[in-house]
């Protein structure tokens, strides 16, 4: 039986990529920071499958003891503070967790289990204003905000290890995915429980920032097959992933709204506080190398993946009702 331990498991992604080892019958570790309230609900549905181990990305020590007590084929480092907005307001905190966190997840692993495959979970956000369009593995880093210069750092730290340790680690550049367990403050997220709150009378209006701003966005649940299939090859490398298609916020809302038979111009309001510092104007992935040699390619189109989220959201907010 493999074993992989999962940092982030309580996040969106982590808690598809736990269920995904589940099922393939992996024993799953999953490192959870202490909280006075435990923050369960993405894993709840398969905590009798998982093991908890406390540690935080902050604490060296915590994290060599999650790596020895679960003894990992596979590490997958996927905690990171990864709200964009919140980078400006704890930048130091952000490096902290989003750069350094990298660093001694990889010391942890060099000390106690050299040989376990790394996963690094790097982000298109590390392109930000380049000029190339679509993105690639070659396409020259520019980020635009401290959230991706710190991941800039997690990534070439992971590489740096690979070469100089010779350790098995892989980053996978992901573009924007969603799903419904997306957090609530990503524009996703945000629009569709809008979307179903002004569906059930619960709203009646939309805060929003740049309706402009362009993002490739994918479904989490396919993303993590992407992510799993880097660890299962024969020599560790970097990826990109994401669908290839570009959507703007404006679009996001007019799928979002039209499907439950609402106008979004009725509703959606700009507000210049969601603007950012620095935007990130557009994003698109080429991932025809992971598709070549991953053999991955994304099952879920743009808007079914807003129409679940439509969906799932207004169900939950129905049955809270
Ligand atoms: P998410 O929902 O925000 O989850 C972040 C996870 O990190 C949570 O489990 C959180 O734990 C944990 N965490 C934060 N700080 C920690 C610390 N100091 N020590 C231990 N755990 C800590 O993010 P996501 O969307 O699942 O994304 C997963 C990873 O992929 C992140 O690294 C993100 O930056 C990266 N990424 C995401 C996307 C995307 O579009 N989703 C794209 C590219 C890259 P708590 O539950 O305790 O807060
Ligand atoms: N969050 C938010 N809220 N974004 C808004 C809003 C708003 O009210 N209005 C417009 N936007 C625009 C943002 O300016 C941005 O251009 C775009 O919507 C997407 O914002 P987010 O959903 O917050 O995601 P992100 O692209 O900044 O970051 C996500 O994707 C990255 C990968 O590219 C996060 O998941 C990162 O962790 C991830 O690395």
Redesign the pocket.
Known sequence: MKKALI?????????YLAELLVDKGYKVFG???R?SVE?HE?ISHILDKITLLQ?????QYSLIEAVKKSNPDEVY???????VPTSWNQPVLTA???SV?VTRMLEAIRLMKKDAKFYQ?????MFGATEESPQNERTRFHPRSP?GVA?VY?YWITVNYRESYDMFNCN???????SP???LE?VTRKVTNAVAMIKLGMADELLLGNLEARRDWGF?GD?VKAIWLMLQQDKPDDYVIGTGEMHSVKELCEVAFSYAGLNYEDYVKVDKAFYRPAEVDKLMADSSKARKVLGWKPSVSFKELIEMMVDADIERLKNKK
Do not use: V, W
Not at 7 to 15: A, E, H, K, L, W
Not at 77 to 83: G, M, V
């Open positions: 940092t982030g498991i309580t996040g969106q992604t982590g808690s490192l959870i920071r909280a923050r993405r540690g935080d990305l902050l604490d480092n996927l905690a990171a503070q990864s709200f902290e967790f989003t966190g979970a790097s982000s298109s956000e959230y991941k997690g996978g550049i992901l573009f924007n995915h969603e367990r997306r957090g990503f989490a993303y």
